[in-house]
């Protein structure tokens, strides 16, 4: 039982703290020039149906979390500029490291006005998992019994520009994009590699309505060889229907190539892609966003190999502003995919169904201290029969200094 009595003495201390500093600035330490250095401390302990997340043989279980982050701020009067770095300590309740993790990183966030009509956004981040990873009972079946537990590692990098224009006009509106990521996985060699480019063209139709074009595409490139190749074409409008309703739409097409090992290459295919958004202010209270969209793509499925993948992902919220000191929030995901086999490995069609439900609110004590708790819900469902549940509430205390 130390842990748990070591983390209700650390709650305790932030509590003692916050009431000392209560009556006192702003949170975040200011410096000349505009910068702003802001350290938080979030703590908190949890509780998990499905701790291992298996299909089979659930057990429950909870643990506590720790987090610290920092970050720098820089506002200028054409410049935003931010720095974050955080590290994430969990640890399971009891002696089994099934539920441990540990996970750092940091993101650099820019935006520049150029001029009146050209402005520049630039994002980079790092992040480092370390995860022990349960296979669950009966791995082994000489010994059906016993659990294997083993730590997986990956390495995470990303990086993403893109510059905004508008005419003088204010009719015509473009962006150009570009990103890189790469993962590095510590428990087998095929690290992956990716790059994107993108180029959208808007023309006013009204006051507050586009007509855009989007042109994108994409490179998949693992260490193994088995590249794959998108290309993306898309139009649609977007706009304000009143100051509190906006919305965007997006349809079109995707072409794809997969190059696999051997000189294997598939034929190229094609499918359709759409996209849509809705942002819905309701009153002081109440906001609602909304999204949908689809993608058609191919997915490696072993040597010379691919499936196409045709998914289809719902995502909604409902944010509410209770009063200046709490807030809450209602999530739902709906995701389903459909695995179509692109080559002859016998596997066949096959498909899956993601949902998760989120309800969390957050209470503000004071200007350093806040109590957030959430209850969530998520079932991952694939036709094979396999299906895993989990039923998952956090509570902790966010002390901003």
């Known amino acids: 039982m130390k842990k748990p009595l070591q983390l209700a003495a650390l709650l305790c201390g932030i509590f003692a703290s916050s009431a000392l500093l209560a009556a006192g600035k702003e949170p975040g330490f200011r410096f000349a020039n505009g910068w702003t250095l802001t350290p938080v401390v979030s703590a908190g302990v949890y509780w998990e149906s499905n701790v291992h997340d298996t299909a089979h043989n659930e057990e429950s279980g909870g643990g506590w979390r720790v987090q610290p982050t920092l970050s720098l701020n820089y506002t200028a009067a054409r410049t935003r500029l931010g720095i974050n770095a955080f590290y994430t300590l969990e640890r399971g309740f009891d002696n089994a490291d099934g539920e441990d993790s540990d996970s750092y990183g940091v ?46 590692e990956t390495d995470s990098y990303n990086v993403n520009a893109a510059l905004g224009w508008v005419s003088a006009s204010q009719k015509w509106q473009g962006n150009l994009g570009a990103g890189f990521s790469h993962s590095e996985y510590d428990d087998y060699d095929n690290d992956t590699t990716s790059y994107n480019l993108s180029a959208l063209v808007g023309r006013a139709l009204g006051p507050h309505t586009y007509w ?190």
């Open 212 to 401: 855009n074009v989007s042109l994108s595409g994409s490179i998949d490139d693992p260490d193994d060889g088995d590249k794959s190749v998108a290309y993306y074409i898309m139009t649609g409008i977007s706009g304000q229907l009143s100051e509190k309703l906006s919305y965007t739409t997006l349809v079109g097409l995707g072409i794809y190539d997969f190059e696999g090992a051997d000189g294997y290459r598939s034929d190229t295919e094609y499918g359709p892609s759409y996209s849509a958004s809705l942002s819905y202010k309701i009153n002081r209270t109440f906001a609602l966003a909304l999204s949908l969209n689809s993608r058609y793509e191919a997915e490696y499925n072993g040597y010379a190999d691919c499936y196409y993948v045709w998914s289809h992902n719902l995502t909604g919220a409902i944010n509410a502003q209770w009063t200046d000191t709490l807030s809450s929030s209602l999530r739902l995901s709906a995701f389903y995919e459909e695995h179509i086999d692109g080559g002859d490995s016998g596997f066949g069609d096959t498909s899956r169904t993601y949902y998760q439900i989120a309800f969390s609110s957050a209470y503000k004590f004071n200007r350093y201290l806040s109590l957030t708790g959430s209850v969530s819900w998520k079932t991952d469902d694939y036709d094979d029969g396999e299906t895993t549940d989990n039923l998952r509430a956090d509570i902790g205390l966010t002390f901003t200094f």
């Open 107 to 152: 993101s650099i966030g820019l935006v520049r006005e150029l001029t009146q009509r050209l402005n520049l956004s630039f994002s980079a981040s790092y992040s480092h998992t370390d995860e022990d990873e349960y296979y669950g009972v009966g791995w082994d079946w000489n010994n059906p019994d016993l659990g294997r537990i083993s730590s997986d």
